[in-house]
């Protein structure tokens, strides 16, 4: 701890308990006007520094009939007489961290490790200095100049202006991550912040089902004003795969084409379309019949096949098939399933993403003109994680039998956007990524997912999401999805509704000390020239054609 500069301190301890807060009577030469509820403040303790945040404001008296007297400005030398002493400012603050440096000054006090930065569970004694936390304060908890970190924003409530918070995004990418906001909050700014961070720090690979068709070339402000996508930024690291070809213009053109053979369609796929193809239970179990009866090439069989032959091979009910086939028509029209391929096709879409996110590759999957098409979406995502879930714990298993570490897979984190289609409590047991939230960390793979309604997603799979980065909501429901299971759940509350409605989210992380709200970064030309790409156009054609794309 240092000794602070006496022109910085802004009042000292007068007061107070841990359950409540700590009352700081302010100096009489710091002006109210100066003070924010939620500005971080350093109490200087007799063994260490305290990170504290203001709670409330309070203007005080000791005699109360001067709360009635009406003094105007005529009256000023009674005003600068009465302020400071019978009439004075005191602060409610609450101390979240302890700094984990020792005080010089008294050497008889010891400390678990340098900078071992604590939740706070205790609090300083009476008369400790109280100041205003400063740059160097926060970079002290944050470690926000450590290599590896990757700035996200600024903090809202600090004296200095421009004070960066970042994260350390090797820690981030370890667990799953939430980004949740409503319409309009800047969420997806943020979520493709967070990609670049991810993918320029080359820790882990990246599979983004881009839903909204807002991270592969381009995206667009509220205002519809384009932006630039993950593409543009690193296009050596991102390859666009889509399930359509965009001819507007060739930049803007996909590196690859999906095509889905009917052999590649589970069961399961169907069981996760019930609400989107209007599926009841008998339709579902009837697909698992028909993959018992014919294996791999069930889907071709039935949709070719006599309804009575297949009833009697299968002994599902007539009427129960000829449904299933009208609501499966609509699925087999989509131009990306091709009824030419077959099992032995080697175009397999999935191995070649497989393969190039295990090399160190970023893929955003485009839906194209199938943008916002629920079922679309939902059957490729689940297709391609299922593949994924099963390639990557095989890996991971065989690197750990064989006690090679080399032979584990590249760490992966999956994107997907409307999140609480997968993973609402009445399928997240049924969909692959239930499992991959819950279990899949282990094996390299985790999540970020991206949602207007966090409490539409399982409590169980929120349980499991170490990050949440929430921006404006609007519903007490979603705000408690959030909050949840966090000790500080009412005072973070007060957090979260006092954010601005776009460009401002709350931070609660096992990759940061506390929980923080922030200014996000503008995704800006700034941003763009930070994120500089780093190969020849010659060097990414050349990938491009190492990977037969």
């Known amino acids: 701890m240092t000794q602070s500069n006496l022109e910085s301190n802004i009042g000292f301890i007068i007061g107070g308990s841990y359950s409540e807060g700590l009352k700081v009577k302010l100096s009489n030469n710091v002006p109210v006007e100066s003070i924010s509820d939620g500005l971080f403040v350093v109490i200087e303790g007799a063994s260490k520094d305290f990170l504290a945040v203001v709670k409330d404001i309070v203007l005080e008296t000791t005699d109360p009939k001067f709360q009635s007297l009406l003094l105007d400005d005529n009256h000023t030398f009674l005003n600068q007489t009465l302020s400071g002493t019978v009439l004075y400012t005191t602060l409610i603050i609450k101390p979240v961290l302890i700094f984990g440096d020792l005080n010089p000054h008294f050497p008889n006090y ?34 926000n100049e450590s290599q590896g970190n990757f700035p996200i924003g600024e903090f809202i409530n600090m004296d200095e202006s421009n004070i960066s918070i970042a994260f350390n995004i090797d ?22 912040i967070l990609l670049s961070g991810i993918i320029k720090s080359d820790f882990s690979s990246n599979l983004i089902f881009d839903m909204h068709n807002d991270y592969g070339w381009s995206g667009t402000t509220e205002g519809q004003t384009e932006v630039k996508g993950l ?6 690291n991102v390859f666009v795969h889509s399930l359509d070809k965009n001819t507007r213009n060739s930049n803007n053109s996909p590196d690859a084409l999906i095509k889905i053979k009917y052999s590649d369609i589970e069961p399961e796929d ?6 989107t193809l209007d599926l009841n239970e008998k339709s579902i179990e009837a697909s698992y019949a028909l993959k018992a009866r014919f294996g791999n090439d069930w889907l071709g069989e039935f949709m070719n096949g006599d309804i009575e032959d297949l009833a009697a091979k299968t002994g599902s009910h007539s009427g129960t098939l000829e449904a299933l086939k009208r609501r499966l028509s609509r699925l087999i029209r989509y131009t990306f399933i091709d009824n030419n391929l077959n099992k032995n096709n080697s175009d397999d879409f999935a191995s070649d993403i497989i393969t190039q996110l295990l090399q160190g590759y970023n893929v955003v999957l485009n839906f194209g003109r199938f943008a916002s098409d629920r079922t679309a979406y939902i059957l490729i995502a689940n297709m391609l994680s299922r593949r994924i879930y099963n390639e990557y714990k095989q890996k991971m298993e065989n690197a750990l039998a064989n006690s090679n570490p080399s032979d584990r897979p590249r760490n992966l984190v999956i994107t997907i956007e409307e999140a609480h289609l997968f993973l609402d409590s009445s399928v997240a047991n049924q969909t692959i990524f239930g499992n991959i939230a819950r279990e ?25 999401i170490g990050t949440k980065i929430a921006c404006s909501l609007d519903s007490d429901k979603d705000i408690d999805a959030v909050l949840s299971g966090d000790s500080q759940a009412r005072e973070l509350r007060g957090v979260l509704s006092k954010l601005e409605p776009n460009g401002q989210a709350l931070i609660i992380s096992h990759a940061l000390p506390i929980p923080v709200p922030i200014k996000t970064r503008r995704y ?3 941003f763009y020239q930070s994120m500089a790409p780093q190969k020849t156009q010659e060097q990414i054609d050349q990938d491009k054609k190492n990977l037969g794309l």
């Open 270 to 275: 169907i069981a996760l379309l019930q609400r």
């Open 171 to 192: 820690k981030m990418t370890s667990r799953n991550t939430g980004v949740f906001g409503k319409t309009g909050s800047g969420k997806t700014f943020l979520t493709r």
């Open 110 to 143: 010891e400390v678990e490790s340098e900078n071992s930065n604590q939740n706070s569970k205790n609090i300083p004694g009476y008369f400790s200095i109280v100041r205003k936390a400063t740059k160097d304060d926060m970079d002290r908890i944050f470690e």
């Open 231 to 236: 593409k543009q930024l690193f296009p050596s």
């Open 440 to 464: 899949m960390r282990k094996y390299n793979v985790t999540l970020l997912v991206v949602d207007q309604r966090p409490s539409q997603i399982d409590d169980d799979v929120m349980s499991q």
């Open 524 to 526: 800006n030309e700034d």
